[in-house]
């Protein structure tokens, strides 16, 4: 099962509104990443929060995380048409002994209308 | 572009056959990692390799294989290939021997069995 799980599946938005992207995942984890990803093309890497941060901030992103709740989420503020993309969150978790692995949700797919 | 490069691009091959992809690290990464992307499956982690060793394994097929060379480029091999092996293959790889630093993904390759 995933680690990590998305919500919503999917987002349509108009430029410039935010749009905001939640995560929930299973089990304690070393820190939080978030991936975008333009249709059928490799994974950009777009911020990683640490288990001990609480948020985090990069350009237009601000990325929150409560480990409480073993949730994250993701806003996109001032959206630009190119920001339509699937969004996805990644967390560690251990793949045996002293090994992890990253484990991708099945995405959130932000569309934003000009 | 993330550094990371993956060849072929493309490759539609029949069912039974084999076929190796092959990825080649940013410059200076130890670290070479395998995904799988469908779209029922999603992102799923297949195997990393950790400067020619094997660090941590997935969801992988016992008709997959991968190994990583001395110059770190890392092969995948796919053999007795099935319909359902159709996906988006990617590498990524990072500097350290930890999945949960941030990944550079490659572009991918869209494998095709028909």
């Known amino acids: 099962s995933q680690q990590g799980e998305e919500d919503p599946q999917a987002l349509s938005i108009q430029e410039g509104e935010n749009a905001t992207m939640n995560c929930s995942y299973k089990?304690?984890?070393?820190?939080l990443q978030w991936y975008r990803q333009n249709s059928g093309r490799g994974l950009v890497h777009l911020i990683l929060i640490r288990s001990n941060e609480r948020e985090k901030h990069s350009g237009r992103l601000r990325v929150t995380l409560d480990t409480s709740k073993k949730s994250s989420s993701l806003l996109i503020t001032a959206s630009r048409a190119a920001d339509t993309a699937s969004y996805f969150c990644?967390?560690?978790?251990?793949?045996?002994?002293?090994?992890?692995?990253?484990?991708f949700g099945k995405g959130t797919l932000l569309t934003v209308n000009p | 572009d993330s550094g990371v490069t993956q060849t072929p691009k493309h490759l539609i091959t029949a069912t039974g056959q084999r076929v190796t992809l092959r990825c080649s690290p940013r410059s200076g990464d130890l670290s070479v990692y395998w995904y799988q992307q469908s779209l029922d499956q999603g992102l799923q982690f297949l195997i990393q390799?950790?400067?020619?060793?094997?660090?941590a394994k997935g969801n992988i097929l016992e008709r997959f294989s991968a190994q990583q060379f001395p110059d770190l480029h890392s092969e995948l091999n796919l053999s007795s290939l099935e319909l359902g092996d159709s996906a988006l293959y990617f590498c990524a790889s990072s500097a350290g021997a930890f999945s949960y630093n941030e990944q550079f993904f490659g572009p991918g390759t869209r494998l095709t069995v028909l």
């Open positions: 390799y950790y400067n020619g060793e094997e660090r």
């Open positions: 089990t304690s984890i070393n820190n």
């Open positions: 990644a967390t560690d978790a251990r793949s045996g002994g002293s090994n992890y692995k990253l484990t």
